[in-house]
Every structure is written in C-alpha cells, then in structure tokens.
C-alpha cells in the first residue's frame, strides 16, 4: 500500500492543493478544464443504469407493502449511509476538518460508498471543485450559473464530469485501498444491497410474525434510502444556494436552510460552512442542530478522531445571540480560502 501505515485524510505536514482552501493553483483536473459552456447549453447527458433502475425500484414499495421492522431498517440505513458522506466524504475528506487512523479512513469511506454516491476521490474531487470556483463558471453544480436542474441533479451525467482525475485529491490517492475503493466503488452498495435482502428472509423465515420479507426489506432498507440520500444531498448543492437565510456575507449564494439541514444531519447550515469550511461544525447555534457534529464529537470520545477543528469563539457567540454579520476575521485571503481554525483538542496519535 501506498503512503505510511499513520496516513490520515487531514495529516499534518503535508501542504496539499486539492484542499479547497489550497491558494493561488487552479484544479484544472476537477474543474477549470471544464467546458462550462458547453454544460449550460445542455450537452449530452449520460444517465447511470443503476441510477435509474433504483429511482424506477422505488415504485415496487406499492407491491412489497410495509412493517415497522422494515422502516426500522430504512431509518437506521439512511443515517448510518449519510453520515459516511457528511462526516467522512464531505467533513473529514472533503475538509480535512479532522484527523483519522489509516483503517478508520477506510472504513469511513467504504461507509460513504454505501450511500451509492461513487467513490471517495471522485466525490471529494468535485466538491472542492465546488468549493474553489463557487458560484462561478467551474462550479460542478452552481444554480446561478447553470440553473437550479441542472445544480440539483443533471451535472451528474455531462460527461465533462464523469472523470475528474486525480490532481485535486492527491492526499487520498496516495492511499492504494482508496483508489481501489473509489475504481469499484458500486460493489459497496450491491453488498449493501445483498445484505438488506439476506437480512429480511433471515427475518421472513426465523420471526414471520414480524409480517415482513426479503422484497420488503430490500426496498425499504436500501432502495428508498438510497433515492432519499441522493436528492438530500443533491439539495445542498441547489436548494441550500437559493432558498433559506444568509447569517455571513459570504461572496457566494450560500444559504441556511433548516429543512436540508435536518435531511442532511447538518449540512443544511450551509452558509455557515461556506464561511468556515474547514470547521466540523455547521450549526452555530442551539437551534441549528447539527447531528453530523455530534457524530464526530462520538468518534472522538471513542479515541477514533483528533484534531476537530471548530469555528472561531466570536462566531459562536454572535451566532448564539441570533446576530447576522458580515465580520471577517482577517483569514479569509481570497475566495475559497480556508480559515485557520484552533483545534477543539490537541492531535493525537493513534
């Protein structure tokens, strides 16, 4: 395997520019080779087979009917699959807002690939994409510049997107288990798949007064999450810039939105993490629950993080007392920067 057997997603000691607060380089493999014009204008679109198959399976809920162990399932599939993309992908990967081990990096990103959202370097590669050209010709999915459609879910299929490379993501490429992951990431979601279906005949045929099947499981354990986890996180990069309120001034069109936020675990407060994207918190206030924040604050207790990264103590406080500020905090250089964020507790190794 490459790299050292300690390698983290957000290592120290190594400066990085597929970090989205990386200054002064272009990513021209994830994003400035674009052809942005040719995207806007509606060029071919390229649907996923399996994308579409699990969108079409959803209509099989009529037919498999329903019972509490079966939502009881979904419930715990979505949450589970969502925070491996809030809390690994986007947070620790994305962010490098806080550090892992080299096995809980991977097991991290096999449960981010769960969630059937591709793998951890194509992910990660267009986020920071995102992050670098934000609501600007170069952002993968910008309603601004190419329409709300098309930043919800059509950038998927251009294929200008189909294949960022790896220049952005060069701290997780050197990683070979996830490059591996990331080349057969669709394995991790038929696994899933497999498992949901084993699970309800396991249950059909050991318990059949729970009334339920391998149909129904398979559907409402993995199908119906799996769209639902699609079109949430599709709504932070189209809903959260269009709709809901804008606590920073940020030079983009960033918004909290209080209904992503609770699809999301968190990431709805998004305004508030274009502002600080390196902190591994979103919500900034008591009412801005942020169940992502709480899951890292759980890794960390257990000895499986370090290094959390959190917003400045001036921006908690305005924040708690419902102000709106424009305030900067001297840090912020040019778009897409990162600010340096004081660590919640001292790095570790683990």
């Known amino acids: 395997m490459s790299g050292s057997g300690r390698g983290t997603a957000g290592s120290k000691g190594r400066s990085d520019s597929s970090t ?6 272009s990513d021209s493999s994830a994003a400035g080779s674009r052809d942005r014009s040719g995207a806007a204008s509606g060029g071919r679109l390229r649907p996923g087979v399996p994308f579409v198959v699990v969108h079409v399976a959803c209509l099989t809920v009529f037919f498999v009917g329903w019972s509490p162990v079966a939502l009881a399932v979904g419930v715990v599939s979505y949450a589970a699959r969502a925070f491996g993309i809030t809390g690994f992908y986007h947070r620790c990967f994305a962010h490098r807002a806080f550090q892992v081990s080299r096995p809980v990096q991977f097991g991290g990103a096999v449960l981010g690939a769960a969630a059937a959202q591709r793998g951890p370097l194509w992910w990660v590669a267009h986020h920071r994409a995102h992050h670098r ?11 601004r510049v190419d329409g709300l459609l098309r930043a919800h879910l059509l950038w998927l299929f251009t294929p200008a997107n189909q294949h960022p490379g790896l220049q952005g993501v060069s701290d997780l490429a ?11 990431h669709h394995l991790v979601p038929l696994t899933v798949a497999a498992a949901t279906f084993g699970l309800g005949a396991l249950l059909a045929g050991t318990w059949p007064t729970l009334h339920t099947s391998a149909w129904q499981v398979l559907v409402w354990g993995f199908v119906l999450p799996t769209v639902a986890l699609y079109h949430s996180t599709f709504a932070v990069n189209s809903i959260a810039h269009r709709f809901g309120r804008r606590r920073f001034a940020t030079r983009d069109d960033s918004r909290n939105n209080w209904l992503v936020a609770l699809l999301t675990l968190g990431e709805g407060w998004h305004n508030n993490h274009h502002r600080f994207p390196a902190s591994a918190r979103q919500g900034l206030s008591r009412l801005e629950v942020d169940p992502t924040w709480l899951g890292i604050r759980a ?10 990264r959190n917003v400045p103590t001036w921006a908690l406080a305005e924040a708690r ?9 001297g840090s912020e250089g040019q778009l897409g920067s990162e600010p340096r964020l004081q660590s919640e507790q001292p790095a570790q190794v683990l």
Not at 133 to 143: A, C, E, I, K
Not at 321 to 329: F, H, I, L, Y
């Open 20 to 25: 989205a607060g990386s200054r002064g380089r």
């Open 133 to 143: 050209f934000t609501d600007r010709p170069g952002d993968p999915h910008s309603p």
């Open 174 to 184: 050197r990683f070979r288990e996830m490059r591996l992951l990331d080349r057969y």
């Open 299 to 308: 890794l960390a207790a257990l000895g499986l993080a370090r290094g959390l």
């Open 321 to 329: 007392g419902g102000q709106r500020t424009d305030r900067a905090d």
